[in-house]
């Protein structure tokens, strides 16, 4: 049985945003569930205390002139707000003496222990927050993002960088600014799209101002922050430009803090505050950024992996043609590996024109068709000259189970070999749910007197696999047929070949193939002009040799049949017949 990715469902949804808010409850509560974490005065502090940005009021009484026993009633106080943060070293011996020891140790027996109204609380926040960013993902966000590997990912990815926020609030007195969330937002737009990476970053941000009682200030800093790193982030290919892209980012979020500390403070204190070296908080928004790009740049592979990405050193890997997959197909399906290669070319040319990942597909098409080395005489690209079709001699539901065994055994193959299983997914998609029509109808035609309870139905002639799911997909899905279908026209014109590529674009559509392919009409549009142009170009003619031309001439003419001559029968087309593309 063939065993495709799996979608996020309702249920499955709702299973993994509560194990995800589980965890991220512990961890960020896991201080104050632990007895021996409480600070107590006179000893040194277990961990770094840290009392959030807060506005603390100050009441002035101003003094009465002229005798007056009672001021306007306007007057009679002028409250003044300062907004701090606190930060108590781990190892401070604390004292009740000092104002900042007592706020922290105050904030801090607050929290203690945690009850379970305030334990479920957090957990219900975290929870619909996940369920808010699921949600999201699986209906506005790139197609990876619908199945439960990816999002299995993503959440490993953004529940690191919460583990590395929390470790770097209990145990070091860098400003929260440090804290280099925009990694996230890298590494999703390096595996998806930018709008995968602002969507992720947001709830990063969220989650990390969360273990400061979602700080106002380090909540923004941070949400610009990865606005701003997708996008300065546009060329993937080059991941380098993540470390230019944090420093940018870093930059404009110095920036905002300024404006911010205005807002809050009247007064941004830009001397001072960066005489303070690395507790300066405009120094952490820049250099928050300019970590999180170097973070980005050196973890991508394994983020790459864990959100189920192939990353471009992998594909490039892939693409050796002496690799052993490869040269199996070579060798014993030559045909088919022509085939592939071919289709190479159009589906790498039609995914640079929209802006999809072309390297992966062109990996994609050299191993789409890697099960048809297992009975590689049941396509017509592998039969020698003269050589008769073994579909001849079966029934048609057989000949179409034939068919439809590459799809399932070139999974495999795949799957065994260690292929990574974004390359795998074109094996199991290029012909997505569609059916075998030449054989359907072959069948129906030898049984049009068999009852409904002994006829077979439509769908023992339908592949086993799913349809497409992302952009490069579905572009080898097309290509595929198209490829094949270019074969067939006589004058190889522009026109000509736009016309062919519409009726296969129709029909896929018509049969609802591309539905989840996230491809939209102005890709299509402008994959059309671009495929058309490639054929062209692919079926340019040549100037003849003169021994050609001097051979042509002495050949002769052919007499045309008479009686006792039948018309010579030309062996039909199994390509198209067999496996309709």
Same mark, same amino acid.
């Given at each position: 049985m063939l065993v495709t990715r799996v979608r996020v @469902? /309702?249920?499955s949804g709702l299973a993994l945003c509560a194990v995800v808010a589980a965890l991220m409850t512990v961890i960020g509560s896991f201080e104050v569930l632990l007895p021996f974490t409480r600070p107590t005065f006179g000893k040194p502090s277990p961990l770094v205390m840290r009392v959030p940005l807060g506005a603390s009021a100050t009441s002035v009484r101003p003094p009465l002139s002229g005798g007056s026993q009672q001021a306007p009633r306007a007057r009679l106080f002028d409250v003044q707000f300062e907004h701090r943060r606190m930060v108590v070293d781990r190892g401070t011996v604390l004292l009740p003496n000092i104002e900042e020891h007592r706020i922290a140790v105050d904030f801090d027996a607050a929290r203690r222990p945690p009850t379970a109204a305030r334990l479920g609380s957090t957990f219900l926040l975290y929870f619909l927050g996940c369920i808010i960013?699921?949600?999201?993902? /699986?209906r506005? @966000?790139?197609?990876r993002l619908r199945l439960v590997r990816s999002q299995v990912g993503l959440y490993a990815v953004i529940l690191s960088m919460f583990m590395l926020g929390k470790l770097l609030l209990l145990f070091t007195t860098l400003p929260a600014f440090w804290i280099p969330t925009a990694a996230v937002a890298l590494w999703a737009a390096l595996s998806f799209d930018r709008k995968a990476g602002l969507l992720l970053d947001m709830g990063a941000a969220f989650l990390t101002a969360s273990l400061l009682s979602f700080d106002v200030m380090l909540l923004s800093v941070l949400v610009s922050r990865g606005i701003v790193v997708s996008l300065l982030f546009v060329n993937r290919k080059q991941p380098r430009h993540m470390i230019?892209? @944090?420093?940018?980012?870093g930059v404009v979020s110095a920036v905002g803090y300024v404006a911010l500390s205005t807002v809050f403070q009247q007064q941004a204190g830009i001397r001072e505050d960066l005489a303070l070296g690395f507790d300066s908080q405009l120094l952490a928004c820049v250099g928050g950024g300019l970590l999180a790009g170097l973070l980005a740049n050196i973890g991508r592979?394994?983020?790459e992996q864990m959100m189920?990405? /192939?990353?471009?050193?992998?594909l490039l890997d892939l693409t050796d043609i002496e690799s052993p997959l490869l040269r199996k197909m070579a060798a014993e399906a030559p045909g088919s590996w022509e085939h592939s290669r071919t289709m190479a070319n159009l589906a790498e040319a039609a995914a640079a024109s929209i802006g999809a990942d072309s390297l992966l597909t062109r990996v994609g098409a050299y191993y789409h068709d890697l099960g048809k080395t297992i009975q590689p005489t049941y396509f017509v690209e592998n039969l020698a000259h003269g050589q008769t079709s073994p579909h001849e001699e079966l029934e048609p539901e057989v000949s179409a189970d034939a068919i439809m065994a590459h799809v399932v055994m070139g999974t495999k193959i795949l799957r065994d070999g260690g292929v990574p299983e974004p390359v795998v997914e074109f094996a199991y998609t290029h012909h997505g749910t569609q059916v075998v029509e030449f054989f359907w109808n072959k069948y129906q035609e030898r049984n049009p007197d068999l009852g409904a309870e002994?006829?077979? @139905?439509?769908?023992?002639?339908?592949?086993?696999? %799913?349809?497409? %799911?992302?952009?490069?997909?579905?572009?080898l899905m097309l290509v595929d047929s198209i490829e094949a279908a270019s074969r067939t026209i006589d004058s190889?014109?522009?026109e000509r070949f736009v016309e062919m590529i519409r009726r296969v674009l129709f029909t896929k559509l018509a049969s609802g193939q591309l539905d989840d392919s996230g491809l939209t009409v102005i890709d299509l549009r402008v994959m059309v002009n671009r495929m058309a142009s490639a054929l062209v170009n692919m079926s340019h003619g040549r100037v003849k040799y003169p021994w050609q031309r001097d051979k042509a001439a002495e050949r002769p003419v052919p007499k045309a049949p008479g009686p006792e001559q039948p018309i010579p029968q030309t062996q039909p087309n199994e390509q198209k017949a067999v496996d309709p593309k």
């Amino acid at each position: 049985m063939l065993v495709t990715r799996v979608r996020v @469902g /309702v249920l499955s949804g709702l299973a993994l945003c509560a194990v995800v808010a589980a965890l991220m409850t512990v961890i960020g509560s896991f201080e104050v569930l632990l007895p021996f974490t409480r600070p107590t005065f006179g000893k040194p502090s277990p961990l770094v205390m840290r009392v959030p940005l807060g506005a603390s009021a100050t009441s002035v009484r101003p003094p009465l002139s002229g005798g007056s026993q009672q001021a306007p009633r306007a007057r009679l106080f002028d409250v003044q707000f300062e907004h701090r943060r606190m930060v108590v070293d781990r190892g401070t011996v604390l004292l009740p003496n000092i104002e900042e020891h007592r706020i922290a140790v105050d904030f801090d027996a607050a929290r203690r222990p945690p009850t379970a109204a305030r334990l479920g609380s957090t957990f219900l926040l975290y929870f619909l927050g996940c369920i808010i960013l699921s949600s999201y993902a /699986v209906r506005f @966000g790139h197609a990876r993002l619908r199945l439960v590997r990816s999002q299995v990912g993503l959440y490993a990815v953004i529940l690191s960088m919460f583990m590395l926020g929390k470790l770097l609030l209990l145990f070091t007195t860098l400003p929260a600014f440090w804290i280099p969330t925009a990694a996230v937002a890298l590494w999703a737009a390096l595996s998806f799209d930018r709008k995968a990476g602002l969507l992720l970053d947001m709830g990063a941000a969220f989650l990390t101002a969360s273990l400061l009682s979602f700080d106002v200030m380090l909540l923004s800093v941070l949400v610009s922050r990865g606005i701003v790193v997708s996008l300065l982030f546009v060329n993937r290919k080059q991941p380098r430009h993540m470390i230019f892209a @944090g420093l940018g980012a870093g930059v404009v979020s110095a920036v905002g803090y300024v404006a911010l500390s205005t807002v809050f403070q009247q007064q941004a204190g830009i001397r001072e505050d960066l005489a303070l070296g690395f507790d300066s908080q405009l120094l952490a928004c820049v250099g928050g950024g300019l970590l999180a790009g170097l973070l980005a740049n050196i973890g991508r592979e394994p983020a790459e992996q864990m959100m189920g990405h /192939v990353s471009r050193s992998r594909l490039l890997d892939l693409t050796d043609i002496e690799s052993p997959l490869l040269r199996k197909m070579a060798a014993e399906a030559p045909g088919s590996w022509e085939h592939s290669r071919t289709m190479a070319n159009l589906a790498e040319a039609a995914a640079a024109s929209i802006g999809a990942d072309s390297l992966l597909t062109r990996v994609g098409a050299y191993y789409h068709d890697l099960g048809k080395t297992i009975q590689p005489t049941y396509f017509v690209e592998n039969l020698a000259h003269g050589q008769t079709s073994p579909h001849e001699e079966l029934e048609p539901e057989v000949s179409a189970d034939a068919i439809m065994a590459h799809v399932v055994m070139g999974t495999k193959i795949l799957r065994d070999g260690g292929v990574p299983e974004p390359v795998v997914e074109f094996a199991y998609t290029h012909h997505g749910t569609q059916v075998v029509e030449f054989f359907w109808n072959k069948y129906q035609e030898r049984n049009p007197d068999l009852g409904a309870e002994l006829r077979l @139905g439509e769908n023992h002639f339908r592949y086993p696999g %799913m349809k497409p %799911m992302t952009k490069e997909t579905a572009i080898l899905m097309l290509v595929d047929s198209i490829e094949a279908a270019s074969r067939t026209i006589d004058s190889p014109t522009h026109e000509r070949f736009v016309e062919m590529i519409r009726r296969v674009l129709f029909t896929k559509l018509a049969s609802g193939q591309l539905d989840d392919s996230g491809l939209t009409v102005i890709d299509l549009r402008v994959m059309v002009n671009r495929m058309a142009s490639a054929l062209v170009n692919m079926s340019h003619g040549r100037v003849k040799y003169p021994w050609q031309r001097d051979k042509a001439a002495e050949r002769p003419v052919p007499k045309a049949p008479g009686p006792e001559q039948p018309i010579p029968q030309t062996q039909p087309n199994e390509q198209k017949a067999v496996d309709p593309k």
